[in-house]
């Protein structure tokens, strides 16, 4: 699956809605929520197969109809992109891209967290050589980016983008700093819980697919409908880190542990129909 969003385009639909849409109140986007899920659990109890991507258009969540296609898709040349396309071999990405708190003159403020896992295929077996990009807010909820107008301080020493390349166990490790919930004007008072970005690739760079991680114990998971558009609940879970004291380190970070699955019927919600937040 390709997902070829940048994140310029993630903030231009995100960020520019029909102002009527921000009228709507938080309590009105979370009676859709919950009228869509009765409904799919309705249909599950009735022997429908529990759907593991999320809805190409929920209401709720009201670009989604800007950020799937709406007409019928066509076969491309892989090779003809790849004659266009950025390459990167493991000789171009360096370790030390891993470290979003090292990359300016001085310490980035916020909580200090490592991210590591797997990344695994639908039967369990280690993807080596995988190429992971992140990019996330700061501690402030604040992108590094011009469409992103919210009001929250910019660190000068955070950028808060990373890649690596997965070990031959399937495994990485980011260190970074936990990102903050941030406002977004699908409705009236709406945020985002705190979440950082994915970008895996397979083989070439037709083969990209794009989700995203967030934290244990996020309030904001029953108010958001971009989370909530996986309709069903083990699906969603599976974007869950869950908090892993192996990998805390003493007076240094806290640690979350985060695997991901590229198929089967385990495999991680990907972005590989919408764009992304």
Do not use: C
């Not at 699956?1 to 940048?6: D, G």
């Amino acid at each position: 699956m390709s997902v070829e969003t940048t994140q310029d385009e993630s903030f231009k639909n995100a960020h520019v809605l029909d102002p009527a849409a921000t009228a709507v109140s938080q309590e009105e986007i979370s009676e859709e929520i919950n009228d869509i899920h009765e409904s799919y659990r309705q249909e599950v109890l009735a022997g429908k197969k529990p759907e593991t991507q999320p809805r190409v258009d929920f209401a709720p969540y009201r670009s989604s109809l800007l950020r799937h296609p709406t007409k019928d898709l066509h076969h491309t040349d892989p090779e003809t992109i790849e004659l266009y396309s950025p390459a990167f071999g493991q000789r171009d990405v360096h370790a030390l891209e891993a470290d979003l708190t090292i990359q300016h003159n001085g310490e980035p403020i916020g909580e200090r967290i490592v991210v590591a896992g797997r990344v695994l295929d639908g039967d369990g077996r280690p993807v080596a050589n995988q190429l992971i990009e992140i990019w996330q807010a700061n501690a402030a909820g604040r992108y590094v980016h011009k469409r992103d107008q919210h009001p929250a301080p910019i660190d000068p020493n955070f950028t808060g983008v990373g890649r690596a390349i997965t070990g031959p166990n399937g495994e990485y490790s980011f260190t970074t700093i936990k990102p903050a919930p941030y406002p977004w004007k699908n409705h009236h008072n709406a945020w985002r819980p705190a979440h950082i970005h994915f970008s895996l690739f397979g083989t070439d760079f037709t083969q990209r697919m794009i989700t995203q991680m967030y934290f244990p114990g996020d309030p904001l998971f029953a108010l958001d409908p971009i989370y909530q558009s996986i309709t069903d609940q083990d699906a969603r879970d599976r974007l869950v880190a869950t908090y892993d004291h192996s990998i805390t380190s003493h007076e240094w970070a806290t640690g979350y542990n985060w695997d991901i699955v590229l198929t089967g019927s385990n495999r991680t919600w990907m972005e590989d129909e919408e764009g992304d937040h």
